[in-house]
């Protein structure tokens, strides 16, 4: 490109060509500059005959005027006459004659409206054989198999210039490729884009430029909208380049005004044609190098045998580990979280201003995931980390975040498969908790009653009391999975229950045991009516975060009643309600929120249902905003299409005081126990607490089948993610519409426990509360 002029952003200085004095002078004339613009402009074209850096240039012609030498070139490289050198290991160049694009019809008239209005398309259509050295050509198809685009990324190739194609699919456009041809067949740039364009409520690169703010963010709701965010001019800078070691894919933010970009190589390729690992993350999802679940018609004889002893192995292997060690933070952290091609975002860290519980620091953060043809994301979701040091926090996020995106990303062993073709590996699906039969029954109620003959999804789990493997249906491992993808699907999870990550697989598995318990008691004891025993906790608990927690809630004049939630497992199980006396923030005086947490240890129980409330309180009052208001999230417990998107609106109808009446009946009774007639499960050691709890399911005829969650993505991350299924179990879902019911256990229970409640055969009305 001997028409430009390089500047060096930092510090490394690559290789880069030099532009003559000939053409400096021509194009500053051009430029139709007058009076002292342009010899300061001259001044700039000349020193730059070398590459410096900003810092360098400014200081050289300091005597000029620091802000007159920079507006010059903040002007030559708005221009596109000054553009950065390539540094080694990146890439940064511009056409001066701009962008030319190829393609026809309204998908390539929505790019061209898009060039021109950011000022970079000169001109359309071009033939293949106008194709020159340093010419950008963006190509337009729906497929990089279209003859068209392999035409000019033959013509591009043989002369040097610079080929971005744009491939259309339904509402998500993805540049590229990104990688050299030699390894398409590997790691694939389809990754990439389904990663910069996961979060549909977080515009990741907007918000990181500062262009919009929270208010300000919007969804790419249609083609052209995302079109136009793609040729944006920070994402203008996918372009591909050589360096010393051979092609290099990258993606760059932009320059924008004097600031430098930045940028993600994504895959390097050394002389000999072979390529390092994706530092982009293999996306699950994509459908170039992780191709679609087999279907039962693909399967040879014998493959599900082979799986189920496959999957027998590797749990036995996993329980035998006894590695318990914490990953090292870094470079753990910074590689999972990064800001464009990380599978999570953390956010602000909360604890260090005043208002804040002074030993509840914490970092929030949400999940990066889009399916490939569709948005599947989550919003920022409770992801949170707490710990004595920022490192420890980020881990703990990071812990949480590898949990919640291994269910979003979880890929079926196989699919297109009835429950009569996989019997003899599979679990019965009507020994789930299904729907009741009004709820089939409902007008517009999307799901339908079980068939033998209905095609499903299916995943390999591993019995832990039987030592079995067998199939279940995916969505009860799975969560957010949507009718475009999969619309056969029994019933529908938005929820993570029986999910956790930790550092060995003992503790993860211990931690979704106790989820499950909780939430079960908390659906039984909701929708059977039962009145909860209160239980007596004074200023002092014994042990010295749970008293710091405790002092903190009722210092911000919150009414906290702790109830006794063992109403079948013996672990010590609560229910905390809070009620604030005065409205601050979100939380309106009076409104409740509610706590549901088991343990085998009665203080580790208290003092994480402390800690969880804790956070009801400090992203509802000292983190308020609009959209957490109740009377902005309008609930309908009667409307058959709401409870499913999301918990949101579930979560605040009980924030609305009106609506808390409802729940009196779990407290209202004046029955009282003390906290030290909770009996202690712990034996010290995680293996043999998960021993106790497994008794616990066997003396109540019910297994847990446990999911490996460890996919390609996170598996280097050190973290053992797991998800516990217990058919029979009432997992918390969000809402009397996505409930499910059809259950014998809530009857049984009921009885069982001999308290006053509601008759065999009948269910609580009112919505439940989520917790």
Not at 610 to 636: F, G, I, S, V
Not at 744 to 765: F, H, K, Q, Y
């Amino acid at each position: 490109m001997s028409s430009e002029v390089a500047l060096v952003l930092d510090a490394t200085v690559g290789r880069f060509d030099r532009a003559t004095t000939t053409t400096l002078a021509t194009r500053a004339e051009a430029l139709e500059l007058e009076g002292d613009s342009l010899p300061l402009v001259r001044a700039v074209l000349d020193l730059l005959r070398a590459p410096m850096t900003r810092t360098e240039v400014l200081r050289a012609l300091g005597e000029l005027g620091e802000d007159a030498v920079a507006e010059a070139l903040d002007l030559l490289q708005d221009r596109g006459i000054v553009v950065p050198a390539r540094p080694v290991g990146a890439v940064w160049s511009a056409a001066a004659r701009g962008v030319h694009l190829v393609g026809a019809g309204s998908v390539a008239r929505a790019v061209e409206r898009a060039l021109q209005g950011i000022g970079l398309l000169a001109s359309s259509s071009p033939a293949v054989a106008a194709v020159r050295p340093g010419m950008v050509v963006v190509s337009v198809s729906s497929s990089l198999a279209d003859a068209r685009v392999l035409r000019v990324d033959r013509a591009c190739r043989e002369v040097g210039a610079i080929h971005v194609p744009i491939i259309l699919d339904h509402e998500v456009a993805h540049i590229g490729p990104l990688v050299a041809p030699a390894v398409l067949g590997g790691p694939c740039p389809r990754c990439a884009m389904l990663r910069l364009l996961a979060m549909r409520h977080l515009n990741l690169f907007d918000v990181w430029r500062g262009a919009i703010d929270d208010d300000g963010i919007e969804v790419l709701e249609d083609q052209d909208e995302a079109l136009a965010a793609l040729v944006a001019p920070h994402l203008l800078a996918f372009l591909r380049g050589v360096d010393d070691d051979g092609s290099l894919g990258a993606v760059a933010s932009p320059v924008v005004g004097s600031r430098p970009g930045r940028l993600h190589a994504l895959v390097r390729v050394d002389r000999s044609g072979s390529a390092d690992l994706h530092r982009v993350r293999r996306h699950s999802h994509c459908p170039v190098c992780a191709p679609p679940a087999p279907t039962f018609a693909s399967l040879k004889e014998g493959a599900l045998a082979d799986a189920a002893t496959r999957t027998v192995a590797a749990w036995r292997a996993h329980l035998a580990d006894a590695a318990d060690v914490l990953p090292p933070a870094q470079p753990l952290v910074d590689d999972f979280t990064d800001p464009v091609t990380g599978l999570i975002t953390l956010a602000e860290e909360w604890g260090q201003r005043g208002d804040y519980f002074r030993r509840f620091p914490v970092l929030w953060g949400g999940v990066n995931l889009a399916r490939d043809r569709e948005w599947v994301t989550t919003e920022l979701q409770g992801i949170n980390g707490t710990g004595p040091t920022l490192d420890h926090r980020r881990l703990v996020c990071v812990s949480e975040g590898a949990e919640r995106y291994a269910q979003y990303a979880h890929r079926p062993a196989v699919t297109e498969a009835s429950w009569e073709d996989v019997r003899d590996y599979a679990l019965d699906p009507r020994e789930l908790v299904l729907y009741t039969d009004d709820r089939y029954a409902s007008p517009g109620f999307p799901r339908r009653p079980f068939d033998e003959r209905h095609p499903l999804w299916w995943s390999w789990g591993y019995g832990l009391t039987s030592g079995r493997a067998r199939l279940l249906p995916t969505e009860l491992v799975a969560v957010a999975l949507t009718d475009q993808s999969y619309p056969a699907r029994l019933v529908d999870q938005r929820l993570t229950s029986g999910a956790a990550s930790h550092t060995s697989w003992h503790r993860a598995l211990h931690n979704g045991l106790r989820e499950l318990i909780e939430r079960d008691a908390h659906m039984i004891a909701w929708y059977k009516r039962l009145p909860l025993p209160n239980v007596v906790i004074g200023n002092r608990t014994g042990d010295a975060y749970a008293d710091d927690l405790l002092a903190f809630i009722r210092s911000v004049g919150m009414d906290l009643r702790v109830l006794d939630l063992r109403v079948d497992f013996p672990v010590p199980t609560y229910l905390m309600v809070g009620r604030l006396n005065q409205t601050r923030g979100s939380w309106q005086a009076g409104g409740a929120v509610f706590v549901a947490v088991a343990d085998v240890d009665p203080l580790a129980a208290l003092a994480r249902g402390l800690c969880e409330t804790a956070l009801h309180y400090e992203t509802l009052c000292l983190t308020p905003h609009e959209k957490k208001e109740w009377r902005n999230n309008p609930y309908d417990p009667a409307d058959p299409s709401q409870g499913w998107i999301a918990w949101w609106p579930t979560y605040m109808h009980y924030l609305n005081p009106a609506n808390v009446a409802a729940a009196s009946f779990l407290w209202d009774h004046g029955d009282v126990v003390a906290l030290d007639a909770f009996r202690s499960y712990a034996t010290g050691s995680p293996a043999r607490d998960v021993d106790a709890l497994l008794a616990l399911f066997a003396e109540r005829a019910l297994e847990p089948w446990a999911f490996d969650l460890v996919g390609d993505e996170i598996a280097d991350l050190g973290f053992k993610v797991a998800k516990v299924v217990v058919p029979g179990l009432i997992d918390l879902t969000p809402g009397m519409q996505s409930r499910r019911l059809r259950a014998p256990r809530l009857d049984d229970v009921a009885r069982r426990l001999g308290r006053p409640g509601l008759p065999s055969g009948e269910t609580n009305r009112d919505p439940h509360p989520n917790a």
